[in-house]
T-cell receptor
Framework: NAGVTQTPKFQVLKTGQSMTLQCAQDMNHEYMSWYRQDPGMGLRLIHYSVGAGITDQGEVPNGYNVSRSTTEDFPLRLLSAAPSQTSVYFC??????????????FGQGTRLTVV | GDSVTQMEGPVTLSEEAFLTINCTYTATGYPSLFWYVQYPGEGLQLLLKATKADDKGSNKGFEATYRKETTSFHLEKGSVQVSDSAVYFCALDDYKLSFGAGTTVTVRA
């Protein structure tokens, strides 16, 4: 069972470069989200989507862009990488709909370093 | 806005010791509460949840009770094992999932 798949697992970028972090899920979940994990700060929500064609900003959206053209995929784009974007990025999905009770499934993470 | 505060780590214990990790929350609505666990090199996975006041969530020997009067959801385990070494996150879901900072737990044999 694939669940939530993130690629790549590791990436080093130079300041100013752009890249896309890929996220795909095979559980037909409507709700997908991106978080960044930094030491001492837990997970902070970057962007989320409640279905194909619908996205919204989370807590820390600046410098990131998302789109959701299919139910399965939710890529995260770094427009011009900065050292402050060095972090571990997690994609998550859930079948929540209007429910707050459902489990979120996480990918294994992408460790990004910006030099 | 909604927020979660959990006890800072790291926490180091011996095998068979009692573990408790404190978690308190602030929310305007009636959130569901969760504990997620992250093992080394992996993503987060659900450990347990509670969806309303006085509910007790339990899994793998861990327990937590949703206390609305104290806005708390403390995690406990009576006898930890080396395999319980991980980072534990308290979270609330009030239509957005908000996480605490995480508590690193190391259990020594």
């Amino acid at each position: 069972n694939a669940g939530v798949t993130q690629t790549p697992k590791f990436q080093v970028l130079k300041t100013g470069q752009s890249m896309t972090l890929q996220c795909a899920q095979d559980m037909n979940h409507e709700y997908m989200s991106w978080y960044r994990q930094d030491p001492g700060m837990g997970l902070r929500l970057i962007h989320y989507s409640v279905g194909a064609g619908i996205t919204d900003q989370g807590e820390v959206p600046n410098g990131y862009n998302v789109s959701r053209s299919t139910t399965e995929d939710f890529p995260l784009r770094l427009l011009s990488a900065a050292p402050s974007q060095t972090s571990v990025y997690f994609c998550a999905s859930s079948s929540r709909g209007l429910s707050r009770h459902t489990e979120a499934f996480f990918g294994q993470g992408t460790r990004l370093t910006v030099v | 806005g909604d927020s979660v505060t959990q006890m800072e780590g790291p926490v180091t214990l011996s095998e068979e010791a009692f573990l408790t990790i404190n978690c308190t929350y602030t929310a305007t609505g009636y959130p569901s509460l969760f504990w997620y666990v992250q093992y080394p090199g992996e993503g987060l996975q659900l450990l347990l949840k509670a969806t309303k006041a006085d509910d007790k969530g339990s899994n793998k020997g861990f327990e937590a009770t949703y206390r609305k009067e104290t806005t708390s959801f403390h995690l406990e385990k009576g006898s930890v094992q080396v395999s319980d070494s991980a980072v534990y996150f308290c979270a609330l879901d009030d239509y957005k999932l908000s996480f605490g900072a995480g508590t690193t737990v190391t259990v020594r044999a």
